[in-house]
């Protein structure tokens, strides 16, 4: 069975610091797609960024980079400089339509 | 910008009634996806389309059925509504098969009584 990790159920941090967010998973495919989304209170999920695994380079998004390290299957997502904005829940999908349980993160002042 | 819209914010209905979810999308996507979203346990599959009149059984079909008659539309059944399913319901759409992004609706919170 694919399975999904996301070991930190919440976490903060202080606004303009940098926090990672950690994802684990189990597959037996050897090409995919990983990604991280973002669901702020009350509104819509939405792509943070997308990571191919045959790619060795780690992707980035401006702010948003992901540790990306296909042996140990981990798939991780930094945030730097974070704003209130980033304020969310945030969901791993590193396998095929599975999804992890989430990170609530909140941002203070 | 890919819409995704979703029937109703918010659906209260009564254990045995027949619910209808819709979800749109406007960007022509062949892929369409129903999950459920609940408090500890995050997102899961019920049911997916890739295609017209195509529907397949994800993590959690028990319960609900689906419909995909026109490619734009991907609609959620629950036969005979039960306590167990007030939830957040989520429709997403893609252009591909896993490898792409996931548009998401907003959503719609079920409450049965």
């Known amino acids: 069975a694919q399975t999904v990790t996301q070991s930190q159920p919440e976490m903060s941090v202080q606004e303009a610091e940098t926090v990672t967010l950690s994802c684990t998973y189990d597959t037996s495919e050897s090409d995919y797609y990983l990604f991280w989304y973002k669901q702020p209170p009350s509104r819509q999920m939405i792509l943070v960024i997308r990571q191919e695994a045959y790619k060795q380079q780690n992707a980035t998004e401006n702010r948003f980079s992901v540790n990306f390290q296909k042996a140990a299957k981990s798939f991780s997502l930094k945030i730097s400089d974070s704003q209130l904005g980033d304020a969310a829940m945030y969901f791993c999908?590193?396998?095929?339509?599975?999804f992890g349980k989430g990170t609530l993160l909140t941002v203070n002042p | 910008d890919v819409k995704v819209t979703q029937s109703s914010r918010y659906l209260v209905k009564r254990t045995g009634e027949k619910v209808f979810l819709e979800c749109v999308q406007d960007?022509?996507?062949?892929?369409m996806f129903w999950y459920r979203q609940d408090p500890g346990l995050g997102l899961r599959l019920i049911y997916f389309s890739y295609d017209v009149k195509m529907k397949e059984k994800g993590d959690i079909p028990e319960g609900y059925s689906v419909s995909r008659e026109k490619k734009e539309r991907f609609s959620l059944i629950l036969e005979s509504a039960s306590t167990n399913q007030t939830s957040m319901y989520l429709c997403a759409s893609s252009w591909g098969r896993g490898a792409d992004t996931q548009y998401f609706g907003p959503g719609t919170r079920l409450t049965v009584l």
């Open positions: 999908a590193p396998i095929r339509l599975t």
């Open positions: 960007m022509d996507h062949e892929n």
